[in-house]
């Protein structure tokens, strides 16, 4: 399952982050690295952009980003 495909509000952990060069850098600098956990906040009205949350660290993604990060549920 990728970030973009959750629902409201649920948790999951980041289990492999697919994107190449200065994109997969970037995301890697925000955190979005394997084992983290992430909150799916909400998406736009539109559908793009989604908001997501890692700790205290709140981070607004486009869904092309998103579905660079694969991710699994928390149980």
Avoid at 61 to 73: F, N, P, S, T
Wanted: glycine residues 10%.
């Amino acid at each position: 399952m990728t970030l973009n495909e959750l629902k409201k509000k649920m948790p999951c952990r980041v289990t492999r982050v697919n994107a190449k060069g200065m994109l997969g850098q970037r995301l890697a600098d925000m955190g979005f690295c394997p084992g983290e956990e992430i909150l799916f906040v909400r998406k736009a009205p539109l559908g793009d952009p989604i908001h997501v949350q890692m700790g205290t660290y709140h981070v607004a993604l486009r869904l092309a980003e998103a579905k660079e990060i694969e991710v699994g549920e928390i149980r």
